[in-house]
């Protein structure tokens, strides 16, 4: 009989190679990144971040920080693929870069990711290079690149912890082998709705305590290793207000008094284009998810556009900056 040394003891998920997750069936150059020359006019304009991708110098999506994905709650729940498009993004830009020539044996992404979350499966991943590539890249190129992603699935919060531990370990093995490391990308999906979970089961207290912990072992990472790792959370619970009611309609909901402007008890965090209303951060565990975050973008619906927008940039100087993605 095994005793619990702590709330972290049990067993982390092995690492798997994303490529030997794919069916036999399907095992049958060098990408340019663009350059972007900035103007005055297009400095709000997102779309050129994400296009250039993950730097190690300053920029959105930059080494050295803890970058968080959130959409906007809505009425019904949205599937994985909304969140994931832009990570999934960035991670296949990052992974179509070519590589030195000592770092083409290592391991350039871990994914961290609940076992039910579908969108960073292999197969989405291998389809994800084709496309992106086009037809510079074959598919057995692109399986050699995804021979460079290690997952980690995971099914509780003390998986996720563990998981963290495991690619703690592997930095400091690469950072040991290397003087001079390209980038690695880190993504950890769903340690608000796993927390949430520990909350339900328990109480606030506990499942808050337990996600600040395991996000200042996020933010160590990304302080200590900031030349070459880039930290991206994929945060699948959703910002603002819950779910609306089904015999009420939004716009019929009269806030309190303290809550009549998008500033007030939201601690600055705000969408440019939501009307006032109930804080973005509402709840104990927004506001504790916040708090392990450098860079926050929010994913909305803007009528029939889907807006990405930084909410907090507190490494930079990108607060503000929008783009309306676009699926590759």
């Given at each position: 009989m095994t005793t619990a040394r702590n709330v972290y003891s049990a067993e982390p998920a092995y690492p798997v190679l994303a490529s030997s997750l794919l069916a036999q069936s399907e095992l049958g150059a060098a990408h340019t990144t663009h350059s972007v020359h900035k103007?005055?006019?297009t400095d709000w304009n997102l779309k050129e971040d994400w296009d250039i991708g993950i730097q190690n110098s300053p920029s959105i999506f930059r080494c050295g920080a803890v970058i968080g994905f959130s959409r906007l709650r809505t009425r019904s729940k949205d599937n994985d693929e909304y969140i994931a498009q832009m990570p999934r993004h960035l991670l296949t830009t990052h992974l179509l870069r070519p590589l030195s020539s000592e770092m083409r044996a290592e391991t350039r992404a871990f994914i961290i990711y609940p076992s039910n979350f579908d969108a960073f499966a292999p197969r989405i991943l291998l389809n994800s290079l084709q496309s992106t590539a086009g037809?510079?890249?074959?598919?057995?190129?692109a399986i050699k690149r995804l021979d460079l992603v290690q997952l980690l699935p995971i099914h509780s919060f003390p998986n996720a912890a563990q998981a963290i531990g495991c690619v703690s370990t592997s930095l400091q093995e690469i950072q040991s082998k290397h003087a001079d490391n390209d980038s690695i990308v880190l993504i950890v999906v769903g340690l608000d709705t796993l927390a949430e979970g520990i909350i339900r089961a328990s109480n606030p207290v506990k499942g808050t305590a337990l996600l600040a912990a395991t996000?200042?072992?996020?933010?160590?990472?990304s302080r200590t290793y900031n030349s070459f790792l880039s930290v991206?959370?994929?945060n699948t619970n959703g910002l603002g207000a819950p779910h609306f009611e089904s015999d009420k309609h939004p716009e019929k909901q009269?806030?309190?008094?303290?809550?009549?402007t998008r500033f007030s008890r939201d601690d600055g965090i705000h969408s440019i284009f939501q009307s006032p209303g109930p804080p973005l951060l509402s709840t104990l565990l927004m506001r504790t998810l916040d708090q392990g975050?450098?860079?926050?973008?929010?994913?909305?619906?803007?009528?029939?556009?889907?807006?990405?927008?930084?909410?907090?940039?507190r490494v930079g100087t990108g607060l503000g900056k929008w783009g309306i993605w676009t699926s590759k």
């Open positions: 103007t005055e006019t037809q510079s890249l074959s598919r057995e190129d996000l200042r072992n996020l933010t160590r990472l991206m959370l994929v009269k806030a309190p008094p303290e809550e009549d975050i450098d860079t926050h973008l929010l994913l909305s619906d803007i009528k029939s556009a889907k807006v990405a927008e930084v909410i907090k940039d």
